[in-house]
């Protein structure tokens, strides 16, 4: 079956720690993107990848940062500056940036601080 | 600039009732229009959209919703809910004209929706 993967589902972050949250997709889709997740506050848009080897800051992007060196994988870090990481994180793809595409998500990566 | 608004955080409906989940918009172009669901401790899933053309969108799981353009409302709609549609329900819009990283989908805030059996 085609679909996203994230990975791990529960991550734990110590103060002054960096954590990586994987996102693979195997639907050969070019754009993907992050969201973070807050009770209350629907979904922020932290980065997002229209082509390999490029991608751009969405609307919370400080505090974290992604590579997209390969089409399935988006891996986002989200390093010691963001000092309310406490979230439920979501991976998105789409075939495309076009206006009219929906996007496919995973199941998401609850981090939590230690 | 795109906003979406859901003026309901929560909306109670007994089971075999019909139910409606609102959703408001703003753009400055013309509107594409998403509803998508959530489960608990799980992704969203993809509902229906409106792009252009008939102002009612059927989707999966026999939701529709319709679209009204001089109220710029977007509200879903299923004629008879199931205890199982209840979840997290989202609204997103993306403007016609926007640009950059404008034009990534905006979401509104959710409407939990509880089905009593």
């Known amino acids: 079956d085609g679909g996203i993967t994230q990975s791990p589902k529960y991550l734990f972050r110590k103060e002054g720690q960096n954590v990586t949250l994987s996102c693979e997709q195997n639907l050969n889709h070019d754009a993907m993107y992050w969201y973070r997740q807050d009770p209350g506050q629907g979904l922020r848009l932290i980065y997002y990848?229209?082509?390999?080897?490029?991608?751009q800051k969405g609307d919370i992007a400080e505090g974290y940062s992604v590579s997209r060196e390969k089409k399935e994988s988006f891996p986002l870090t989200v390093t010691s500056a963001q000092k309310n990481p406490t979230a439920f994180y979501l991976c998105?793809?789409?075939?495309?940036?076009?206006?009219?595409?929906?996007?496919?998500f995973g199941d998401g990566t609850r981090l939590s601080i230690l | 600039a795109q906003s979406v608004a859901q003026p309901e955080d929560q909306v109670n409906v007994a089971e075999g009732n019909p139910l409606t989940v609102k959703c408001t918009y703003s753009v400055s172009g013309n509107p594409y229009l998403f509803w998508y669901v959530q489960y608990p401790n799980r992704g969203l899933q993809f509902l229906l959209k409106y792009i252009t053309g008939d102002n009612l969108v059927k989707g999966s799981y026999g939701f529709e919703a319709e679209f009204n353009k001089s109220q710029t409302s977007f509200h879903l709609k299923k004629p008879s809910a199931l205890v199982s549609d209840s979840a997290l329900y989202f609204c997103?819009?993306?403007?016609?004209?926007?640009?950059?990283?404008?034009?990534?989908?905006?979401f509104g805030s959710g409407t939990q929706l509880t089905v009593l059996p």
């Open positions: 997103a819009v993306r403007d016609s004209i926007s640009s950059g990283s404008a034009r990534q989908l905006t």
């Open positions: 998105a793809s789409s075939i495309e940036t076009g206006l009219s595409q929906p996007q496919h």
């Open positions: 990848s229209q082509i390999v080897n490029d991608f």
